[in-house]
């Protein structure tokens, strides 16, 4: 399974952008699929996820209310809409898989066996 994002880009405070993780090589119907966040100077966690039934999915405290994550099976694709932006949610944005896998509230970065190769956001003030 190949990832790649795109949709990153520089945005005001208060807008904003929606990331798109199209998949290559493999369907989706049977993986989890999530995004990561690495912010200048932080580590990589985890934003939110939906697992491969698509019943489970989280969010971290951070974005909840504000980012949404969603699926489109038959596109093949997967997204992240964010709104209401703040510069904390500058970063580079990392869309992940994992084969028949969950949406667990912790979750570390060796999950998912799947990665993009990142888009970076810019929130200015």
């Known amino acids: 399974l190949q990832l790649v994002e795109s949709g990153g880009g520089l945005v005001q405070s208060g807008g904003s952008l929606t990331l798109s993780c199209a998949a290559s090589?493999?369907?989706?119907?049977?993986?989890?699929i999530g995004w990561f966040r690495q912010s200048p100077g932080k580590e990589r966690e985890i934003m939110s996820c939906?697992?491969?039934?698509?019943?489970?999915?989280n969010y971290a405290d951070s974005v909840k209310g504000r980012f949404t994550i969603s699926r489109d099976n038959a596109k093949n694709t997967f997204f992240l809409q964010m709104n209401s932006l703040e510069p904390e949610d500058t970063g580079v944005y990392y869309c992940?898989?994992?084969?028949?896998?969950?949406?667990?509230?912790?979750?570390?970065?060796?999950?998912?066996?799947?990665w993009g190769q990142g888009t970076q956001v810019t929130v200015s003030s």
């Open positions: 939906i697992s491969s039934s698509s019943r489970s999915t």
């Open positions: 992940v898989a994992e084969y028949l896998g969950g949406c667990p509230r912790k979750v570390t970065l060796a999950y998912f066996d799947y």
């Open positions: 090589g493999n369907t989706l119907d049977d993986y989890a």
